[in-house]
């Protein structure tokens, strides 16, 4: 069941990215008037963007492994030569990641090299956490290893204490499902630990842009409050959301991507969370194999899930 849930959170990643790449930038009325009923949208093409290739960059860094050097040597490569890509070559990389990216390239150190400002709040650490928080969770035991590994790994390209927070709740309600809870219990106790981790200087202040999502009724919220742009929290919010209201893959994917805006993002998000919970098989086979690139992904998911799990080929 590990495995699956794994393999559910990975190919998950790619799937949601795949799926709501199509619908990048669209509106969220012109979403309703072209789909009325989520259920309604098609997965159109299996492109996949910089969520999946940093995340695949990640967990292919892990294999070996952790090394903020050797993950920020990945996403190098990822940025300038074109790996980890479904065609060669970059695109839709974000300012932020750009240029975190940049400075590392010269010569910056990768934990110096992330942007640290209000402006820095993007989704672009959250979109590639699932191989970290999988690492942490099978390699460290307590808890501020855990998410001090997490932590790291965002700010290779994000430093603000706010990113770091959605990434650190993100990565608690996955531990949580790895752990084999059902999706509220996993979401609570998530929130209860954060609530309690993040009351540090450090992190205290930033907690009220996390109302909602802590409020432990995320689920609740009326649609027309939800947002599926690139921000941070509103990221964390609409994957939570998307997640907790709907009792399988297909329709967490297709609500999320029903929102709108970064739809590539979100559903990359949503993906890596109702994947690890619901597994592998709960992916439909046909959106599987849409996706470009399938057996170069697969071979850098597969040998990762195996260095997780202790298995040699």
């Not at 199509?22 to 997965?43: D, G, V, W």
């Amino acid at each position: 069941m590990l495995r699956s849930r794994l393999e559910g959170g990975l190919w998950g990643v790619l799937v949601g990215d795949a799926f709501g790449l199509t619908f990048q930038f669209t509106s969220r009325l012109a979403m309703e008037l072209n789909y009325p009923k989520p259920k309604e949208i098609p997965m159109l093409d299996g492109l996949w963007s910089d969520d999946s290739s940093l995340t695949l960059a990640t967990a292919h860094a892990l294999r070996e492994g952790y090394s903020i050097e050797r993950i920020a040597e990945n996403f190098l490569r990822w940025y300038y030569d074109g790996e980890f890509t479904p065609r060669g070559y970059t695109f839709d990389q974000g300012n932020t990641t750009s240029r975190a990216i940049e400075r590392i390239a010269n010569g910056v150190p990768p934990l110096e090299a992330g942007g640290r400002g209000e402006w820095d709040n993007g989704n672009g650490s959250l979109m590639r956490i699932p191989p970290a928080a999988y690492y942490a969770y099978f390699k460290l035991n307590s808890l501020e290893e855990r998410l001090k590994l997490i932590h790291e790994v965002s700010m290779i390209t994000h430093a603000h204490p706010r990113a770091l927070i959605g990434c650190g709740i993100y990565s608690l309600i996955v531990w949580n499902i790895l752990d084999g809870m059902d999706k509220l219990k996993a979401y609570h106790k998530a929130i209860e630990t954060a609530e309690k981790f993040y009351l540090r200087e450090s992190f205290a202040k930033e907690l009220a842009h996390y109302e909602r999502v802590l409020s432990g009724r995320i689920h609740k919220v009326e649609r027309s409050e939800i947002r599926g742009s690139g921000y941070v929290v509103h990221t964390l919010e609409a994957s939570f959301w998307a997640f907790l209201r709907n009792e399988s893959f297909v329709n967490a994917i297709k609500e999320v991507i029903s929102l709108g805006e970064d739809a590539d993002t979100t559903g990359a998000v949503t993906g890596g969370l109702a994947g690890t919970y619901y597994g592998i098989g709960a992916i439909p086979q046909e959106w599987l194999e849409k996706i470009e690139a399938k057996e170069y992904a697969g071979e850098i998911i597969n040998t990762f899930i195996d260095s997780l799990l202790g298995r040699q080929k």
